[in-house]
């Protein structure tokens, strides 16, 4: 029961995004357990979706709070906002990106996070009146922090480059906001509506990425898996999140008296 309730929560979450995105997924998709996942790097583009300003998830932490999608002048590529009442910022600097899910924290200290999955995409068909054929040339995680007076530029934390793609799931910060856990899919299909693990590469499944804010923004101490399943039995929730002893021993970097991780070789990541 449990886990069909994971599932049906992740259709919704994807349901939504789709529409807010512009999108459609085309072929590809398991639409029943048991249909085993194939890889699909392409969506329908329906390129009058966001016409205005639109809120895509609200931030944890926050009383109203939200990040929303602006539309700009390419199809399905927007900017990213983050939306205080009465106030706008746009965090995704000058280039607009295929952001379809993004995820927002807020620590005790007033620090905040935004991560998003960046589509990368190109038009692979003629525009056949508001819908054209998009290909998928990667998906990577990006994020941003403020400090209380300016957001950090957007930085990619994850990139599978056209090897798999990287749907960002939640985000948690620790109650002093030095610290940050970053959970996502890994996704050789390329397909966010896939909720199934069968026929799935080894290397698939859900991963976490521990981070800290640097001078220049949010940085990757380490990252590990999480499940070898796309939709585990078990999502973290909004609480402020702690390093364990456990997260401790495993990763010297999170100890709040060792800093990051020692160059030269710096902290290995799961590829």
């Known amino acids: 029961m449990e886990q069909a309730m994971i599932h049906s929560k992740k259709v919704v979450l994807v349901a939504l995004a789709a529409g807010l995105f512009g999108c459609e997924a085309t072929d590809g998709f398991e639409r029943e357990p048991g249909i085993r996942v194939q890889q699909h790097k392409q969506f329908t583009c329906v390129t009058d979706a966001v016409q205005q300003l639109t809120d895509i ?36 600097g000058d280039k607009p990106g295929g952001y379809l899910m993004a995820v927002g924290g ?31 040339r990667g998906v990577s995680i990006e994020c941003a922090s403020y400090d209380g007076s300016r957001w950090s530029p957007m930085r990619k934390i994850v990139d599978g480059g056209s ?32 909720v199934g693990d069968v026929g799935r590469p080894e290397t698939d499944g859900i991963y976490d990425v521990f981070l800290e ?23 973290i929730g909004s609480q402020p999140w702690e390093p364990t002893i456990d997260d401790i ?12 991780c020692p160059a030269p070789g710096g902290c290995p990541v799961i590829k």
Request: net charge positive.
């Open 57 to 92: 998830k609200a931030v944890e932490g926050t009383a109203n709070d939200s990040l929303a999608v602006a539309p700009t002048k390419e199809a399905c590529r927007f900017d990213l906002v983050y939306r205080t009442p009465g106030r706008s910022a746009k965090i995704s």
């Open 249 to 260: 021993n495993r990763h010297p970097g999170l100890a709040p008296d060792n800093g990051r």
């Open 213 to 235: 804010i640097g001078p220049n923004g949010p940085e990757v101490v380490r990252e590990q898996r999480y499940s070898n399943l796309t939709s585990p039995p078990e999502t």
């Open 163 to 194: 090897k798999w793609a990287g749907w960002v799931l939640s985000v948690r910060p620790s109650s002093t906001g030095s610290r940050y856990l970053m959970r996502y899919t890994r996704d050789f299909s390329f397909q966010f509506m896939n």
């Open 106 to 136: 807020q620590a005790g200290n007033g620090q905040r996070i935004v991560c998003a999955s960046n589509i990368d995409h190109k038009r692979a068909s003629k525009l056949n009146g508001n819908r054209a054929e998009h290909q998928i």
